[in-house]
């Protein structure tokens, strides 16, 4: 029987392709956001390939989150692979200048969403000798940038995580992943800039960025290494993309 992989963030962007490439490979899908409506959607479409459990859950609200895995129906247990992808940024402001909220929804988000969920499954993982957790960091993980203040930090807490994970389950076959990706066509852009379209097209415009499915086909190829094999980090961006040279201030 095929592993059942639970995706966060399936609703959208890099989540919702790994659910469409984990159906078309015959996985059993546990799918979890906010938007149940996009989530239901996504379940009619890849019913058809797989069995298909939505989860409508918001990472930040933990008590109502353990709730929903709790009731994950036992056809779909154990979770083989969790995909931690639910996430986002908010704001692209100077500290000094940042929305406190902003900052305190990223850290929900991003850091504790999937520290609740990772608490909650590495126990059956760990008991049944097998699993794969993949975290999603960023780029932004090991490379600073103006405004990227609280977001940056918050991926490189998933980023040491990981690396801390891995020690800890040494001696056990359960692996760990961190992939950070660079700019890639989602609606996170949308989302950090509070719904402003137009801001959020300038960043992609006249470049060519990776896609929701570049980072799906990556997923799904960590996942696919031999057992004894475990992708520790794996850094990616557009050929369009690279670093900038250190900031001067000059008097
Ligand atoms: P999208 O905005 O398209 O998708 C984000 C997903 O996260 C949505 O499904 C959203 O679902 C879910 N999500 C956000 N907040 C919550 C919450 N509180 N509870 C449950 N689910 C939540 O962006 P991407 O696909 O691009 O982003 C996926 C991950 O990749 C994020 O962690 C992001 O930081 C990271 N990333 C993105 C990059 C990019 O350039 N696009 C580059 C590097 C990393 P819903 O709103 O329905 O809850
Ligand atoms: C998303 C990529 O460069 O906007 O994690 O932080 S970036």
Redesign the pocket.
């Known amino acids: 029987m095929s592993n059942t992989v639970l995706i966060?963030?399936?609703?959208?962007?890099?989540?919702?392709a790994c659910a469409r490439l984990y159906a078309s490979k015959g996985h059993p899908l546990v799918l979890?956001?906010?938007?149940g409506d996009?989530l239901q959607q996504l379940s009619d479409e890849l019913s058809p390939l797989v069995n298909v459990h939505i989860l409508v859950?918001?990472?930040?609200k933990t008590e109502a989150l353990l709730e929903a895995l709790q009731s994950i129906p036992d056809a779909f247990l154990p979770v083989n692979i969790l995909i931690n992808?639910?996430?986002?940024?908010l704001g692209l402001d100077k500290a000094q200048d940042a929305e406190w909220q902003d900052w305190q929804i990223m850290v929900d988000?991003?850091i504790t969403?999937l520290l609740a969920i990772t608490h909650h499954l590495l126990p059956a993982m760990v008991a049944s000798n097998s699993g794969h957790v993949i975290n999603?960091?960023?780029?932004?993980a090991s490379w600073p940038y103006p405004g990227g203040n609280t977001y940056g930090a918050s991926?490189a807490f998933v980023q040491q995580f990981s690396r801390g994970l891995r020690a800890d389950l040494l001696g056990t076959r359960v692996r760990v992943s961190t992939l950070?990706?660079?700019?890639?066509e989602?609606?996170?852009s949308k989302?950090r800039f509070h719904g402003d379209e137009s801001k959020a097209a300038a960043v992609y415009a006249n470049a060519k960025a990776l896609s929701?499915e570049d980072i799906a086909d990556i997923v799904y190829w960590i996942t696919s290494v031999p057992p004894h094999v475990n992708v520790n980090e794996l850094e990616v961006m557009p050929v369009d993309q690279a670093w900038g040279p250190l900031a001067v201030h000059r008097h």
Do not use: H
Request: charged share 15%; glycine share 14%.
């Open positions: 966060t963030g399936a609703s959208s962007g890099f989540g919702e979890l956001a906010r938007r996009r859950a918001d990472v930040t992808n639910a996430g986002l940024a988000t991003n969403g999603i960091a960023s780029t932004a991926k950070s990706p660079g700019m890639a989602t609606d996170f989302v929701a």
